[in-house]
């Protein structure tokens, strides 16, 4: 089974300034997906990037990016410029590339809940 | 873009009674759903795997006959909490796999909180 593990309960950043957020996981597959969703207070889950894991280069939405390291089972994601409407609680997300009854299945890391100070 | 929308949004109960909360893919066909409950600042921890058709595959610890199950068709999917109590009380978010949207990543209902009083 795979497990996402997030180290940061909270993290903090002054507005325009940059922030990572950690997610290490585990997982015996070779091909997989891996998400970062934010949750605002809404609570609506919002995709921020993906990856694949067969692509080699790290995947980048504007100011969202994030530094994978398949060797390592680690993907981090790098906000920069934060703004306030940045703050939230951010999960990491481990998705299997197989099809079958867990297609679509989602693991997710324990969040982390992050502020943007002006 | 694929959309799930879930229904209600918020939901406050009395103890003893049932809620049922619906999940629909609004322009794509889901053989497939997934419910999820979540705590205050914890995480989403998946509660079964709802399939057209057939049985809800639950995860371990997950009392089936306290959380039904019901997939009818291939755009609905229905969560009903039996004799809800107020240990209960949660959001309860589903999702549905990207299947035949050209998508990589699942797609969210709004989620719904559920007080039970």
């Known amino acids: 089974a795979q497990t996402v593990t997030q180290s940061q309960p909270e993290m903090s950043v002054q507005e325009a300034e940059t922030v990572t957020l950690s997610c290490t996981y585990d997982?015996?597959?070779?091909?997989?997906?891996l998400f970062w969703y934010k949750q605002p207070p809404s609570r609506q889950m919002i995709l921020v990037i993906r990856?694949?894991?067969?692509?080699?280069q790290n995947a980048t939405e504007n100011r969202f990016s994030v530094n994978f390291q398949k060797a390592a089972k680690s993907f981090s994601l790098k906000i920069s410029d934060s703004q306030l409407g940045d703050a939230a609680m951010y999960f990491c997300?481990?998705?299997?590339?197989?099809?079958?009854?867990?297609?679509?299945?989602?693991?997710f890391g324990q969040g982390t809940i992050l502020t943007v100070h002006p | 873009g694929a959309v799930v929308s879930q229904h209600p949004s918020r939901v406050i109960c009395k103890s003893g009674t049932s809620v049922k909360i619906e999940c629909r893919s609004l322009?794509?066909?889901?053989?497939?759903m997934f419910w999820y409950r979540q705590f205050p600042k914890q995480s989403l921890m998946l509660m079964a795997t709802?399939?057209?058709?057939?049985?809800?595959?639950?995860e371990q610890g997950v009392e089936k006959d306290k959380f039904l199950i019901n997939h009818a068709s291939l755009t609905l999917s229905t969560l009903t909490v039996t004799s809800a109590h107020p240990e209960d009380s949660s959001f309860y978010i589903c999702?549905?796999?990207?299947?035949?949207?050209?998508?990589?990543?699942?797609?969210f209902g709004q989620g719904t909180r559920l007080t039970v009083v």
């Open positions: 999702s549905a796999p990207p299947e035949g949207t050209g998508n990589t990543e699942a797609f």
């Open positions: 997982t015996s597959e070779s091909d997989y997906y």
């Open positions: 990856q694949e894991a067969y692509k080699q």
């Open positions: 997300a481990y998705r299997s590339w197989a099809g079958g009854t867990s297609y679509g299945k989602l693991t």
């Open positions: 322009d794509f066909q889901a053989t497939t």
């Open positions: 709802s399939n057209e058709g057939s049985k809800a595959t639950y």
